[in-house]
């Protein structure tokens, strides 16, 4: 096999700080390449210097054995690098052909739309080249993503984990597609937290750890216990606790119903109570409701008919989010960087908002930052946010993790009693995603009802007391802890 | 993280591999992640810098030496009290149009209305004048607060447009601006003719109607009122929670929403504020400059306003220092006309300069370069 891409001895430091540190890695052509770490361990990082989105302080990439000297994307592109970031970067006004054109200018229409057809017979799989990027789902957005750089001419591929946001019937649909992909001739690389997708569809695994590149391993003889041990230096088992102490019904949700964005099913005659002590796992395939289950609980949109209720209350249906975060309610919303953080600005300001909402920083007139900053510190050291350098660092430069943990840190701050966490480990490594679960354990502990949404089965079955199952918006079938996994897998899909 | 993917076109393309033998230096650009605070205030420094030496070299070119260039403004403006007086007084009203302007950009609301809501706020104003409303002793203390409501009439429906129905608010703003130019030019050709003199603008206000001398040098309370504003916006953007709040919203509002922020409520507010700032301005010029209503007393303003807010940095103190030396620039200006016969339209290709310049430094924001032998 010939080395495509080869990155030798690549360093990079950003104000300081050294995220990579004198890195090897090797991609060749027809592999499927796994590159694994923790959060903030410099995966990101190295994949930005190989699509030459950032220059090397040292070091140098190579493609076919030439060294090259790569400035931008597009002059990426015309190497035949292309990456997927994990953000999309599709213009939702414009349609898919326009979005494939913008990656690929200079060419005329009607050739782009044939390359961008055939490839995706090739694939196997069908696109609408005039329906609006705006209008698709998450997993024909990164079919689109895929496309752009095939049809750029794209031999290196690389997918910064691709899987987080996608249903694991879709995860596996991606990898067989990134299978035929290597078996054309192209190289991919694969950025990904998932063990499986490393152990059963990767030809090599390449582990970093704190902007080290500390293994090089196939995933023959390897098991997910190994590859943690790899990854993260320690062995992470996990085990179901089931609550010891249930205590009344602290949040109740009534025949909510509730109407999808357009084409979407929406919530229909949703009932579900929680009590304090527990936690509630709401199970499904996604897009069967659970974006707006979310929103209703937020407080983001208010159901159409039913009733939502809080212990001491009432109906709390038609509350904004201000008023159910006063009275007890934090969120971990499914996508940080939409709801969770605001990336442009610091830490601080980003933890700060309920202190400053609650007038802990002073009056409408006031916003005592030395108090705030004080209070961010002491959070980021009890919630271990990693990668902080200063609390007027802005958010968006934390890695996926560290973010998260940002996120819990205020919304558990004031120990809420009613907690919705709606897919909280996506995009977490396995020790990230560990403590994020004995967070919720820890809420439930002391007595808060803990709502906890997911695609993930194997989440849902490790932390739930009780779980409902949604599907096609409706909440169908309810099981109580331990329950048979293939019971709810059944109740996931089945077409009653 | 970066959306700067797919829009970075400045990207140079290196070869691959150029010939060994010569020693070349080629850029690299790659994108900025973060801007240290020193770095955006040394660029913004040297980016006008080079603005002022365009600006010199040009005026140099069309026949003012930089050693007239230099007299001229020390006379015009540094050479007696009077002189500074004078840009002062022609400061105020630029720094009350700036903060309006400022105000809501903060919010990212693109109010280019302010003309209008100057209009509205000096019809406001002069109607209190007009009509003897409320007693002599407090009356211009009640046209100012007519002026405000009249500019916050003339943005609100703009404001609800984009909340409720999401129009946007750069059309309705701006074509507002003609509405309320004919209904000027409809109050001062009509019922509100001066009836004294018949020209089409208002009677002369009263002595009590107008902005109370300070009785140094030749300034009104405009220049107190246009900086202790922008002391008090200061402390609203800076040190308050309404000012964390509007930062918070215009990184992520979705987030800001979802946590519990009344974005709508302050988004209106901030853009009502612009309005009655707005009407404010038109009252400082009629009531401080003008004393009375005149049917271009306007003009010019709603560029100046925009121009001001961003080489300001939407920063109430920025607004400040901006506005004086655009009222620098502006009497200058005149006396480089009268005296050298240099067009008016130099003065705007100035301020285009430098706007020009400020806007281009971003690329510098935006970017780091490496200097790179290359292979
Ligand atoms: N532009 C930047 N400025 C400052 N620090 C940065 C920047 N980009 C990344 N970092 C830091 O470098 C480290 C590596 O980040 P990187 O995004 O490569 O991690 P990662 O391995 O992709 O993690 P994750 O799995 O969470 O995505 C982190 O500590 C991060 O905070
Ligand atoms: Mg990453």
Same mark, same amino acid.
């Given at each position: 096999m010939t080395d495509t891409l080869t990155l030798s001895s690549v360093s990079k430091s950003f104000g300081g700080f050294r995220a990579l540190d004198t890195v090897d890695f090797v991609a060749r052509a027809g592999e499927v390449h796994a590159l694994l770490g923790e959060n903030g361990a410099g995966k990101s990082t190295l994949m930005n210097i190989a699509c030459g989105l950032y220059a090397p302080d040292e070091g140098h990439v190579a493609?076919?054995?030439?060294? !090259?000297?790569?400035?931008?994307?597009?002059?990426?592109?015309?190497?035949?690098? =292309?990456? +997927?970031?994990?953000?999309?970067?599709?213009?939702?006004?414009? *349609?898919?052909? #326009?979005?494939?054109?913008?990656?690929?200018?200079?060419?005329?229409?009607?050739?782009?739309?044939?390359?961008?057809?055939?490839?995706?017979?090739?694939?196997?799989?069908?696109?609408? &080249?005039?329906?609006?990027?705006?209008?698709?789902? +998450?997993?024909?957005?990164?079919?689109?993503?895929?496309?752009?750089?095939?049809?750029?001419?794209?031999?290196?591929?690389?997918?910064?984990?691709?899987?987080?946001?996608?249903?694991?019937?879709e995860g596996r649909m991606l990898m067989g597609l990134v299978r035929k992909l290597a078996e054309a001739g192209s190289a991919v690389i694969l950025v990904t937290h998932k063990l499986h997708e490393a152990l059963h569809h990767s030809d090599r695994i390449t582990v970093m750890r704190g902007g080290r590149k500390i293994s090089e391993t196939t995933p023959e003889g390897m098991d997910p216990a190994s590859l943690t041990t790899l990854i993260v230096g320690e062995q992470i088992i996990e085990k179901p606790q089931? *609550?010891?102490? !249930?205590?009344?019904?602290? @949040?109740?949700?009534?025949?909510?119903?509730?109407?999808? #964005?357009?084409?979407?099913? =929406? &919530? !229909?005659?949703?009932?579900?109570? +929680?009590?304090? =002590?527990?936690?509630?796992?709401?199970?499904?395939?996604?897009g069967n409701g659970q974006n707006e289950l979310s929103a209703a609980i937020m407080g983001l949109s208010f159901p159409s008919s039913g009733r939502i209720g809080m212990n001491g209350l009432g109906d709390v249906s038609k509350r904004g989010p201000g008023y159910r975060r006063r009275h007890g309610l934090g969120c971990i919303p499914v996508d940080r960087y939409s709801h969770g953080l605001a990336g442009r600005i610091s830490v601080t300001d980003n933890y700060a908002v309920n202190g400053a909402m609650a007038g802990a920083y002073g009056g409408w007139g006031f916003f005592k930052r030395g108090l705030a900053q004080a209070a961010a510190r002491e959070a980021v050291a009890a919630y271990d946010v990693q990668g902080v350098r200063s609390l007027g660092q802005r958010a968006g430069l934390l890695s996926g993790g560290n973010a998260q943990k940002l996120v819990i840190a205020r919304e558990f701050e004031g120990a809420p009693r009613v907690v919705l966490a709606h897919s909280p480990s996506r995009g977490l490594d396995v020790r990230a995603g560990a403590a994020v679960h004995e967070r919720l354990?820890?809420?439930?502990?002391?007595?808060?009802? @803990?709502?906890?949404? *997911?695609?993930?089965?194997?989440?849902?079955? &490790?932390?739930?007391?009780?779980?409902? +199952?949604?599907?096609?918006?409706r909440l169908t079938r309810e099981f109580k802890a331990p329950a048979e996994r293939g019971d709810i897998g059944a109740a996931m899909v089945s077409h009653e | 993280m970066s959306s700067t993917e797919l829009t970075d076109t400045n990207h140079e393309t290196v070869a691959v591999t150029p010939p060994a033998t010569r020693l070349r230096m080629v850029p690299l650009l790659e994108v900025r992640q973060s801007v240290s605070e020193r770095l955006r205030i040394g660029v913004y420094v040297v980016s006008l810098l080079v603005a002022a030496a365009l600006s010199v070299a040009l005026l140099a070119w069309s026949g003012v030496a930089p050693s007239d260039l230099g007299r001229e403004i020390a006379t015009t403006a540094f050479s007696s009290p009077r002189a500074l007086g004078s840009v002062l007084v022609r400061t105020a009203p630029l720094v009350i149009a700036g903060l309006a302007t400022a105000i809501a950009f903060r919010a990212n609301f693109w109010n280019i209305g302010l003309e209008g809501q100057m209009i509205l706020g000096a019809i406001f104003a002069s109607a209190v004048a007009i009509y003897d409303i409320g007693p002599e002793n407090g009356r211009v203390v009640t046209m100012a607060?007519?002026?405000?409501?009249?500019?916050?009439?003339?943005?609100?429906?703009?404001?609800?447009?984009?909340?409720?129905?999401?129009?946007?608010?750069?059309?309705?703003?701006?074509?507002?601006?003609?509405?309320?130019?004919?209904l000027l030019l409809h109050m001062v050709y009509g019922p509100w003719k001066d009836p004294v003199s018949a020209f089409p603008h208002t009677e002369q206000y009263e002595t009590f109607e107008r902005l109370p001398m300070l009785g140094w040098l030749n300034l009104n309370w405009a220049l107190p009122l246009a900086v202790g504003l922008a002391l008090i916006l200061w402390w609203i953007m800076s040190f308050s929670r309404v000012g964390y709040l509007l930062d918070l919203m215009s990184s992520n509002a979705?987030?800001?929403?979802?946590? %519990?922020?009344?974005?709508?409520?302050?988004?209106?507010?901030?853009?009502? %504020?612009?309005?009655?700032?707005?009407?404010?301005?038109?009252?400082?010029?009629?009531?401080?400059?003008?004393?009375?209503?005149?049917?271009?007393?306007?003009?010019?303003?709603?560029f100046s306003g925009v121009l001001i807010a961003f080489l300001g940095r939407n920063h109430p103190l920025g607004v400040v220092i901006v506005a004086f030396f655009m009222a620098v620039l502006l009497l200058v200006g005149q006396s480089l006309q009268v005296f050298f016969g240099v067009p008016f339209a130099l003065v705007q290709l100035i301020q285009a300069i430098f706007i020009t310049c400020v806007a281009a430094s971003e690329f510098f924001l935006t970017y780091r370069m490496h200097w790179r032998q290359a292979a």
């Open positions: 493609i076919d054995g030439k060294t !090259v000297r790569i400035s931008g994307a597009r002059d990426a592109a015309a190497r035949g690098i =292309g990456m +997927v970031h994990q953000h999309f970067k599709l213009v939702p006004a414009f *349609s898919v052909l #326009e979005n494939i054109m913008l990656f690929n200018p200079g060419r005329s229409p009607a050739e782009v739309a044939g390359k961008a057809q055939d490839l995706a017979r090739q694939m196997g799989f069908e696109i609408s &080249l005039s329906d609006k990027a705006g209008t698709l789902g +998450v997993a024909e957005q990164q079919r689109i993503e895929i496309l752009k750089v095939l049809v750029a001419g794209a031999r290196i591929i690389i997918l910064d984990e691709p899987t987080a946001v996608l249903s694991p019937e089931l *609550s010891k102490a !249930v205590g009344p019904i602290e @949040v109740e949700l009534e025949n909510v119903t509730l109407g999808g #964005e357009a084409g979407r099913k =929406g &919530l !229909v005659d949703v009932s579900f109570r +929680v009590r304090r =002590g527990e936690i509630y796992g709401v199970a499904g395939v996604s354990r820890a809420a439930r502990d002391r007595g808060a009802a @803990v709502i906890l949404i *997911s695609d993930d089965l194997d989440e849902i079955m &490790l932390l739930s007391d009780r779980i409902g +199952v949604l599907n096609s918006g | 607060l007519a002026a405000c409501l009249g500019g916050m009439l003339w943005i609100a429906g703009p404001g609800l447009l984009k909340q409720r129905l999401g129009i946007n608010e750069v059309i309705t703003t701006l074509l507002l601006n003609y509405v309320a130019f004919n979705r987030m800001a929403g979802a946590v %519990g922020v009344p974005v709508a409520g302050l988004t209106v507010a901030a853009i009502l %504020g612009s309005g009655a700032v707005g009407g404010l301005t038109g009252f400082a010029i009629s009531a401080g400059v003008e004393f009375r209503m005149t049917q271009d007393f306007f003009s010019g303003y709603l």
